[in-house]
């Protein structure tokens, strides 16, 4: 059975339906986890996923771990129960009332206590040994931040060969990408890095998108983006970030839009334009 399969069981259900004694043993097993001097924060931003959010901190509540760790949440802005399930759980949370991954994830920086941060996703499940994979690269000297590669779970739209295939041609883009442009693989997801070297820094709040590939170029300067090619470190997610195409039309698309000028991928840089759809109007 895959790993993730009893998180489905509540995914994408509403919190009420989620049984008692699930809700206590998650409770539980996160208080068990917490640490009043943590090395890693573990952080959790959600907008509007009062129906994903369980899974996803069920999921946490099972690592193991050989770090003191801290597991905080971030409320952005949500104007369903999201809140309440964060109450339910015991999770220590904040309400970051400006809403944008970027000030959710600067929330959770600036109220996070650990040497190294964790950005989670709140409609994505971890695997068990993800923080310590992660920082057996993460704490090598001349590193500042990881990355990671991700999936999917099957369900009855997307086979698990299709995701398979689809996973396997993304990925190897992104294999080959990571030489020159390693920011550019980046995804919130599955990023940790240094928090030290990113307070002397800001995560940009004025982009609708790639606030976490900003954050990762601007700690360049600090080390190396390394990543962890290990499915001990490979998180599960939905199809959020799919859209309502197929796959096949989904890698067409992306194709087409990676195509244009592939040649930037074999070439370095410290500065990228913002296209002017990506900027919030202040």
């Known amino acids: 059975m895959a790993w993730y399969k009893k998180y489905l069981s509540i995914y994408n259900k509403p919190f009420d339906d989620v049984p008692r004694s699930t809700i206590s043993e998650i ?4 208080q068990l986890l917490q640490s009043d001097q943590p090395l890693v924060s573990v952080v959790v931003i959600a907008y509007n996923e009062g129906q994903r959010l369980a899974a996803c901190l069920w999921s946490l509540s099972e690592l193991k771990t050989k770090y003191p760790i ?7 802005s949500s104007s369903d129960n999201t809140e309440e399930v964060y109450k339910a ?8 009332t400006k809403k944008s991954p970027g000030f959710a994830r600067q929330c959770g920086l600036d109220n996070s206590k650990g040497k190294y941060h964790f950005f989670i996703d709140a409609d994505t499940f971890y ?3 993800y923080v310590d994979t992660m920082m057996q690269t993460l704490i090598k000297p001349g590193v500042s931040c990881v990355g990671s590669f991700w999936s999917y779970y099957p369900d009855k739209h997307h086979s698990a060969l299709s995701l398979t295939c689809f996973e396997f041609v993304r990925d190897t883009f992104l294999w080959i990408q990571h030489f020159k442009r390693p920011e550019l693989c980046i995804r919130g997801m599955v990023f940790a890095f240094n928090a030290d070297f990113a307070r002397k820094e800001k995560i940009r709040t004025d982009i609708r998108r790639g606030e976490d590939g900003s954050l990762a170029l601007s700690l360049k300067k600090y080390g190396r983006i390394a990543f962890v090619h290990n499915r001990k470190a ?3 997610t939905g199809y959020g970030t799919l859209g309502n195409g197929s796959l096949i039309q989904n890698l067409t698309y992306r194709a087409k839009v990676q195509l244009k000028g592939i040649s930037r991928i074999f070439f370095k840089t410290d500065h990228y334009d913002d296209a002017e759809e990506n900027i919030i109007k202040q």
């Open 27 to 30: 409770r539980e097993r996160l």
């Open 70 to 76: 801290e597991i905080l949440g971030v409320n952005n």
């Open 89 to 96: 759980l015991g999770v220590r949370y904040f309400n970051e």
């Open 127 to 129: 695997p068990p040994l």
């Open 234 to 236: 490979r998180p599960v």
